[in-house]
């Protein structure tokens, strides 16, 4: 992916085209299909905030047999249709909406993505300068354009459409470089290719992985070995995706030239499209950028990264069976194949299929003895089921696998030193996280975690309290954190500040039933017993783990005596 100015995204939320979040059943949608079309709506809101796309469109489908003519009807059921990948079905349902509204909007972004789709460049580039450029089509329309123009051979044209993107906003120049490097490429204006690369991958930063994989594949092709090597080698030491360095490199070894990345003008334009949903992947404008995915697939259907931001996104949307389903189905000779996989082994988890998860990690971790990753995914996928000793052991072999650790492995001995922890192993917690510290300095989940278990035993106090409030001051509005500085003041016998940052804490998580327990306690020690019970009343609503329940029951019934035993630090 790029990197890009952010601020550009504020003119997209025009393309927030689907609200709502996931409340409702994930699984599945109603059991029956309502007989009314009144009824269809209404299962089709239900779905809809379950972003159940699929059977949300279904329902909408039968209330507009019923009533054809309802342009509200169209349109939703063109959105859904488009947000579940149905593309060639939202196509007459957006020939509808442009007869009546012209080609702005979605539908005709979907129009003018079907004729360069169809390699209708005239038509699509004619059509593109035509369309309004209001919203987010600032971006999409200028990309789609300069590959029509592309398609045409027509150079100049495409890199003066590139140069309209976002109203010439600069945040956008890494985004305009990448694609006149594409287009340059393309139509075989090769000197100029190479050196829109070489900028690319030459800056102060290395190379994003994707760019390195485009720049690459240029120079694999025009014999510029060493070019190559360096884009793959400078982009590895830095991003966590290292396969698609691996096979390039491998590739350079062996004398192997690559066939083009981009092939054609709807590669090109998919390219584009995948950009700009990458960007748009936050949660403000996730649906957008589920619509973007979705017609760079469409563009290009093996787009291997466009499946994995689908999948990605559906996850975040709690629908883990589509995740599931597009990891599996990227072709095992792509070099994302295999992230895909891991991913698919937690997919696998989210449904309740831990033991097939384990196994398929476990499977991964024999095919490639030399990798930590499917070790590093086992160990996490074991201790969020609390199988801490079990999990030990992954993080054990994981760590055997990384002879010199660098500091992005901090959070793997923070791992195991949790499980550690959790397994009742504290000598061996205590040297993990102290070399999660040593990888990397004022890491906060390592400074409250440490901290945190160090005030629990009575150790290390002014030091251990000075590392919770450095975790604090790097991340103020975590919640779990705020909860240990405040639980480590009432730790140590200070319950008015206690108290005072356990309220802040539950303003951050007001529904969490731990910090509700936490502020309970403190308040009964600085004398407000009325509000104490209060809390404690708050976190049984808010379901605490069985083995609390009995101790909030008690103190609701007898108030306070000592000070409660052993609490386990927050955020691990």
Known sequence: MLRLDRRFLAVCSALML????????????????????????????????????????????????????????????????????????????????????????????????????????????????????????????????????????????????????????????????????????FTDHIDEAAAAYTKLIGGAQPPTWRVAELAGNFFERHGRAEDARRAYTRSAAENAL????????????????????????????????????????????????????????????????????????????????????????????????????????LELDALDKTNDAAAQLKTMAAERPSRAEPLVELGDVLRGHKRFAEAVTAYDTAIARTPNPQASDWRLFYSRGVALERSNQWPRAEADLKHALALQADQPLVLNYLGYSWIDKGENLTEALGMIKRAVELRPNDGYIVDSLGWAYYRTGDFSHAAEFLERAIELLPEDPTINDHLGDAYWRIGRTAEARYQWRRALQFLPEPDEVKGIQVKLDQGLGAVPASTTARGG
């Open 18 to 185: 689907l609200s709502g979040c996931a409340t409702a059943d994930t699984r599945g949608g109603p059991a029956t299909p309502p007989r009314s079309a009144l009824g269809s709506y209404l299962a089709a809101q239900h779905a809809q905030v379950a972003h159940d796309y699929a059977d949300a469109a279904s329902f909408l489908d039968r209330a507009l047999s019923a009533d054809s003519s309802n342009y509200d009807l169209i349109r939703r059921t063109f959105l859904l249709r488009v947000s579940d990948g149905r593309i060639a079905e939202a196509v007459p349902l957006a020939q509808r909406i442009t007869e009546i509204d012209g080609r702005s909007g979605l539908a005709g972004l979907v129009l003018l993505e079907q004729e360069l789709k169809a390699g209708k460049f005239d038509d699509a580039a004619k059509d593109a300068q035509a369309m309004p450029r209001e919203g987010a089509q600032r971006f999409s329309v200028p990309l789609l354009l300069a590959w029509s123009q592309a398609g045409r051979g027509q150079l100049g044209p495409a890199l003066q459409a590139l140069d309209t993107m976002g109203g010439g906003n600069a945040g956008l120049a890494p985004l305009r470089d990448l694609h006149a490097a594409l287009i340059q490429d």
């Open 242 to 345: 290292t396969d698609v360095a691996t096979a390039g490199i491998a590739r350079i070894d062996k004398g192997v030239i690559p066939a083009r990345l981009i092939a054609n003008p709807a590669d090109g334009a998919a390219e584009g499209l995948f950009d700009l949903a990458g960007l748009l992947n936050q949660r403000e404008t996730v649906d957008a950028s589920l619509v973007y995915a979705r017609l760079a697939l469409d563009l290009s259907p093996n787009f291997a990264l466009a499946q994995m931001l689908i999948a990605e996104i559906r996850d975040s949307q709690e629908r883990p069976a589509d995740a599931l389903a597009l990891y599996r189905a990227i072709d095992s000779k792509s070099p994302y194949y295999w992230m895909a996989q891991l991913r698919a082994a």
